[in-house]
């Protein structure tokens, strides 16, 4: 039988970085993938998606003609699962589909491939991978300024999880609501549970979870004027995700970012200012992830004004703000998180240590 593509040649362009071959290179897979298509050759499609899997949990794939790559590989990969009635691949390929949506800011989207990758795995009787899939909506929900929303998703993931330390996941998102609402005491509550059960789990990724986590909690203890401790809590964080130089680059921007507002509010806005240009620097690279590139401006523009370099804060400013434009984002709903935010940080204010001050 004679092959539709040149499989040989595909296993080779799947051993490599794809960033940096040629753009015919490129063009061959997207060519292999169309005849494919076109002959409805279901089985190879997610043969070749598989092929390139890896390359696409890497995050890699988020710019130009990669974006074009990835997202035509896990659409028609999903096209390919339902074609052949594999409800648990295609479950599995959505959920994986939303979470890449959502971390380049398609929320909208992001909730629909999640509320069907939970609806085929209810049909399959896996309820605690649908209950996954349902709980990564609450995230999109809270990006959209849908806390009301986000909030409903994650009481009920949590009255399901009693007994799983998994339940540390929505506690942290929990958090992050309660953080845009300005309740500093109730966010540390939640973080410091959510913390406790990172620890205490097996998971593979337990060293990433708890990083996360400690990140916010030094950004929360930032806030309050706990500089001490919140440096502690960042120390950790980055301690933990220099384990692994060569992944998780977009929390260890995430990271950088939060701390570099707590030394900024701690008047070491010069080194915020290093931190914030290397980290700018490094998500550039992936180019989809506007989600940090607006709070990366945002804090930029905050830096400038306090050095006085109003011209630059400006420009900045209107960056961010066409960033999240361009997302759909409301800037109405930012300002009003952002005020909250600093008016519940300022109440602290008593509690600093004088020599911050």
Known sequence: MVSLVNW?????????????????????????????????AWQDILRLQEMFSSMMLTQKLTLGRLRTLRDALEEDAIEAARALDLKDVEARYLHDRGQFLHQVGLHEKAIQAFDYSAQLYSELGQSFRALESYYMTALCYRALNQGAKAEEV??????????????????????????????????????????????????????????????????VLGLMRRYDEGMKSFQESIELLARYPDQYDRLRARTTIKYAEMLSDMGRNDEALRMLRDVEKLISQYGGYSDLLWRIELDLARIYWRMRDVSTAALKLRIAVGIRRRLGLSNWQLIQQQLTRRFAGKSFRKLADKKYK
């Open 8 to 40: 040989d040649e595909l296993e080779k362009l799947a051993q490599q970085d794809l960033r940096e071959v040629p753009d015919a290179d490129i063009q061959k897979i997207l060519n292999a993938l169309r005849i494919l298509r076109e002959q409805q």
């Open 154 to 219: 994650l009481n009920r993931v949590l009255s399901e999880t009693k007994d799983n330390t998994w339940r540390a996941h929505p506690l942290e998102v929990l958090a992050w609501i309660q953080l845009d609402k300005g309740n500093l005491i109730e966010v540390e509550r939640l973080l410091r549970e959510s913390l406790e059960l990172h620890r205490s789990s097996d998971a593979s990724n337990k060293d990433i979870m708890i990083a996360q986590v400690q990140a916010d909690l030094g950004e």
